[in-house]
Each structure stands twice: as structure tokens, then as C-alpha cells.
């Protein structure tokens, strides 16, 4: 017993190594690339120093660090199995009847540890700082302000109300909109007011309306019920959830939400009629980054645990390599499925996992001879 958790200690630190240093190697590449993408960006804006370029790609890092985990642990791990087998390490193990799936328990509990870390801690970092970098990015290199300076156009917005009858809904149509950092305003503004079974309560009519604290205030209104003529009823209010932030993120990328700020604005979307499958996705696959990286973990080990006197080492290695692409190419194209809405947003999220989880074990059991 005192062998294997010695042996468990050595191979957990040994692939724990292994995959930081792999994760921390291809998130400093992908950031040199999106530093040199920045300064290309920059070099049409003369205003803009180098050191405000840094920043921004300085404050992608976590970001990256997230979308570059599954490779590196299997290129993590794909390190330490191979070096283990070519210094007959694991065949001394293996001759002291230890099977490969005690030998993998202690690197697959690591990368699992690793996954729920960066799903908790480091998405949380990253969100923060993905919104300022978003910012910065807005203000001073990007041109037209993009979605969170929505300005013109028609817009419809769908929330509880609950003011007139439980379970109301209250839709808002608006010809015109200005939205700022700090307030929004809405011209030619028509309001549906619905009970709990889609039958109209009354319609209110309004040439401004503003969105303040915990509610909306429309200005100079009329409303007219059915079977009534329209009536002048001055200025109303309209509770609200939301606020010009919540809708300045709604028009943002979700990874500007951590993991824990997801659930709740996942429902205030659809609660006010945006859509909410890019979250949703985003949201599920973050849950499923830590069975993900246990499952790398795995993959590495099915493709580089070969003996070299079997031959054909190379070619294993070069195939665990290509399938950590193809299970890449497999979550992409999952993710569009997902967001086009051709897919469950649970089922596009988990899919890649449940695929390379798949081949993993069945490589384990192919080299344990059943």
C-alpha cells in the first residue's frame, strides 16, 4: 500500500508538471498572436500606445488559459506517459501488478482538480477581466461602437409584470433606441401588457420612455384597454430586473459572466425575451470542462502508454496528437450546431467530451487485452 500511494504521489506531480507547463506554454503562444493581432489593429490608430495594446492582451490571458486546457493536458500528459514508458517506469509498475487504471487514478483525479479549478477560479478571473479588455478593446480600436452602443433601430423587449395579475408578462416595442453607459431611452414606445394566459390587459402608448432604477418610466402616455376609447394618463412606471448593464451584457460575449454569475442571467434573458443559447452553451460547457480535461488526461494515456518494444510509438504519439485536434474540430462544429439551435445547448456542450471519454476507454481496455 505504502508503494502505491508513493507510486500515485510521483505520477500525480509528474503529470501535474507536465500539464501546467504545456498550458502555460500554449497560452503565452496564443498570446503572442493575439498581442501581434492587437498591434496590427493599433497600427491604424495613432493615439493608441503600445503599453494600452499590452494591456488588453495582457488581460486575455486567463481567457485563453481556459480555451487552451484540454490541449494541454493532453500534451501534458502525453509527455509524462511516453517519458514514463521509455524509462521503464510504468512496465516496473506494470510488473508489480498494478493495472493502468490504478496507475491513471491519481493523473485523472489531478486533471479533473485542474478542470474544476478553471471552471470556479480561473472563468471567474477571466470574466472580469475579459469585460475590461472588451472595454478597452470598444473604446480606443474598434470603429461603429458595436453592440453594447446599440443606437437607432427597433428594439423588443419581453418581461415579467406582475403589477396587474400574477404571472403577467408585459412586452415593449420600441421605433427607436439610445443606449449609453448609463442609461437607455426609448422613443415611439408601445407596451403590451398580458395576463398569465396571453390575453391582452391593455395597451399603453408613449413617445419617451426611460429606463431608471428597478423600473421603467414612461413619459406623456396613453393606454387603451379593450372595448374603451384611449385615455391620457400622464406619466406610469413599469418594474423592471433589468438595467443598462444587464442589457449592455446581453449584447456582449458570454465569457464576460463566470460560471456563477451564468444561471441567473441566463433567466433574466429569457424572462425579458432575449435570446440566452449562446450562454446556455457557454454555460454547459464550462461544466463540462472538468470531465473534459479528465478525459484528455485518459487520451493521453491511451495513445503514448505503448511499450517501445511493440513498435509503432511514434505513430501512437502522432495519433493522440491528431485526435486531440479531431475532438476539437467535433466541439467547434458542435458549437455551431449549438448556437444555431440545431442542437440542445447541453447536448452541444457535453457531446465532445462524451466522444473522446468514449475513445479513451476504449484504448485503456484495448491495452489491457480486454
Not at 510521483?10 to 498581442?35: C, E, K, P, Q
Not at 487552451?68 to 511516453?82: N, R
Not at 400622464?234 to 451584457?249: A, H
Not at 454547459?284 to 487520451?299: C, E, H, N, R, Y
Request: charged letters at 15%; glycine letters at 8%; hydrophobic letters at 45%.
Amino acid at each position: 500500500m505504502g508503494f502505491s500511494t508513493t507510486l500515485a504521489i510521483y505520477i500525480a506531480r509528474y503529470f501535474t508538471l507536465n500539464s501546467i507547463a504545456m498550458i502555460l506554454a500554449l497560452t503565452g503562444l496564443v498570446s503572442l498572436f493575439d498581442f501581434i493581432d492587437l498591434l496590427r489593429r493599433a497600427a491604424t490608430k495613432p493615439n493608441v500606445p503600445a503599453s494600452l495594446v499590452l494591456e488588453i492582451a495582457g488581460l486575455h490571458i486567463p481567457y485563453y488559459i481556459i480555451y487552451v486546457l484540454p490541449f494541454g493536458i493532453l500534451l501534458g500528459g502525453i509527455v509524462c506517459f511516453s517519458r514514463l514508458t521509455r524509462s521503464s517506469e510504468l512496465i516496473v509498475a506494470r510488473a508489480a501488478g498494478i493495472s493502468a487504471w490504478q496507475f491513471l487514478a491519481s493523473p485523472l483525479a489531478c486533471a479533473i482538480f485542474i478542470g474544476l479549478f478553471t471552471t470556479t477560479g480561473i472563468s471567474y478571473l477571466s470574466s472580469n477581466m475579459y469585460r475590461e479588455a472588451e472595454l478597452l478593446d470598444q473604446t480606443y480600436l474598434r470603429t461603429g461602437g458595436g453592440p453594447l452602443t446599440l443606437q437607432g433601430g427597433e428594439l423588443w423587449l419581453r418581461q415579467a409584470d406582475e403589477s396587474l395579475t400574477d404571472h403577467g408578462v408585459a412586452i415593449l416595442h420600441a421605433q427607436n433606441v439610445r443606449l449609453t453607459k448609463k442609461t437607455l431611452e426609448l422613443s415611439g414606445v408601445t407596451i403590451f401588457r398580458l395576463d398569465e394566459h396571453d390575453r391582452l390587459i391593455l395597451r399603453i402608448e408613449s413617445p419617451i420612455g426611460v429606463l431608471g432604477k428597478n423600473q421603467w418610466i414612461f413619459q406623456n402616455s396613453s393606454q387603451l384597454r379593450p372595448d374603451h376609447f384611449p385615455q391620457k394618463v400622464g406619466d406610469i412606471t413599469l418594474p423592471s430586473d433589468l438595467t443598462v448593464s444587464r442589457i449592455q451584457e446581453s449584447f456582449a460575449s458570454p465569457d464576460t459572466l463566470s460560471v456563477f454569475a451564468l444561471p441567473s442571467f441566463i433567466h433574466l434573458l429569457e424572462r425579458s425575451g432575449f435570446p440566452s443559447i449562446r450562454h446556455r452553451l457557454h454555460f454547459q460547457s464550462l461544466l463540462a470542462l472538468p470531465i473534459l480535461a479528465g478525459t484528455m488526461a485518459l487520451v493521453s494515456a491511451g495513445f503514448s502508454m505503448r511499450p517501445a518494444r511493440r513498435g509503432g510509438v511514434a505513430r501512437m504519439l502522432g495519433s493522440g496528437i491528431a485526435a486531440g485536434f479531431a475532438l476539437f474540430t467535433v466541439s467547434k462544429v458542435a458549437e455551431q450546431f449549438g448556437e444555431s439551435g440545431a442542437l440542445p445547448p447541453v447536448l452541444a456542450a457535453w457531446a465532445p467530451t462524451g466522444a473522446g471519454l468514449c475513445l479513451a476507454v476504449a484504448l485503456l481496455l484495448h491495452m489491457e487485452d480486454g
